[in-house]
């Protein structure tokens, strides 16, 4: 190929010829929704070659090439080992605001391991433990975030290889024709093998009058928990009462089931610290009088039931932003919108009708 490009003397071949791979290379990387390190070092390598004007060659390509083939095997002969890059998941969950009571939860079962792990090279038997979950809670509450999280514990602690997360519910599990459901279900589950299968509103496989085709897929769920006991590891999440009458209906299921997670509702000053984290994330500064406003309006959404918790705090920054590009377009006609007119909230921007909007739950986000 180098000689070709000699031969042609055509420097935009040789740019045109990096740019297609870059493409073709793009395109897979992305097919699982995530960019890997190192899938991002072999993109990296691409653009340059393919926007430089420099007569490299293939040689020098190749030899590149090489050295990033080695860092990845490197970094599959350690598949625990993280990059510099990465971030340390025990520390990643000391962040997150409130949660409390799910931090030392989490923390003591990453110390369980870590004390099992320590008997093992001692010659000692380790405590024999099912590591699968049930995290109880409001939508909200941050149940799936933990659970990503918690995945990736579990990848640096070696209990798992890749420790990615996996998320449906009943509608990813169950199929509409006798028979389906089981093939249905092992797909979900073999896409979750070294990784964690997050369940979300587990309790419906079971609920309703027309539970056949539910029960399948937690007849299917079980006998695969079984089967690849070390290589999958499922959380069953959803509201408390209803996980305890689905776990009640279900003894295979609540024992092979060692962990309960219960993720309380925030309170108002858990949310407000929510809400300028969102706001901050996506580049907007929060005045003392906005804080204050929006945490007299959490101090209210949160005596109601089933209020949304977070999903609440997004709904509301979301409809904020729509009302402060109204107001940012009639303050300035005919004029030059500024930077701070873009990054600033007025009180004004959060005047909404809680009691009207509450009598349409699903709008605001308060329910899946």
């Known amino acids: 190929m180098n000689e070709v490009f000699k031969a042609c003397n055509a420097e935009d071949l040789r740019t045109q010829y990096f740019s297609l791979l870059y493409r073709f290379f793009s395109v897979i990387a992305k097919a699982d929704d995530h960019i890997t390190p190192e899938e991002g070092k072999w993109l990296e390598m691409l653009m340059s070659y393919s926007s430089t004007s420099k007569d490299y060659g293939l040689e020098v390509f190749e030899k590149k090439a090489s050295v990033v083939e080695k860092q990845t095997k490197e970094k599959q002969a350690t598949p625990n080992a993280k990059s510099d890059d990465e971030t340390n998941p025990l520390e990643e969950l000391q962040t997150l605001i409130g949660l409390s009571e799910v931090k030392e939860e989490v923390s003591a079962l990453a110390n369980f391991v870590k004390i099992q792990q320590e008997r093992e090279r001692k010659g000692m038997k380790a405590v024999g433990l099912s590591y699968h979950c049930v995290f109880t809670g409001n939508p909200g509450t941050g149940k799936t975030t933990v659970a990503r999280i918690l995945a990736a514990i579990y990848r640096d602690l070696g209990i798992l290889k890749k420790g990615h997360l996996v998320e449906t519910d009943r509608s990813g599990l169950v199929a509409e024709y006798v028979g389906q459901t089981a093939v249905k279900t092992n797909k979900i589950i073999d896409s979750a ?176």
């Open 193 to 368: 093998l070294d990784g964690v299968l997050f369940i979300d509103e587990a309790y419906s496989l079971s609920d309703g009058e027309h539970t056949t085709f539910g029960d399948e897929a937690i007849n299917t769920i079980v006998q695969e928990m079984e089967n690849n006991r070390d290589s999958v590891i499922v959380i069953f999440a959803g509201y408390p009462d209803k996980m305890k009458a689905f776990l009640d209906r279900n003894e295979g299921l609540r024992s092979r089931i060692a962990f309960h997670v219960d993720f309380p509702d925030y309170t108002a000053d858990e949310l407000t610290e929510i809400f300028k984290l969102m706001a901050k994330r996506r580049g907007y500064e929060i005045s003392d009088d906005v804080a204050a406003h929006c945490k007299k309006i959490f101090k209210r959404v949160a005596k109601k039931k089933n209020f949304g918790n977070g999903r609440f705090v997004r709904t509301l920054l979301e409809q904020a932003w729509l009302k402060q590009s109204q107001r940012i377009i009639k303050e300035n006609e005919g004029g030059s919108v500024t930077r701070e007119d873009l990054t600033r909230f007025k009180v004004e921007d959060f005047d909404v009708n809680l009691d009207k909007k509450f009598r349409d739950e699903r709008k605001l986000g308060f329910t899946r």
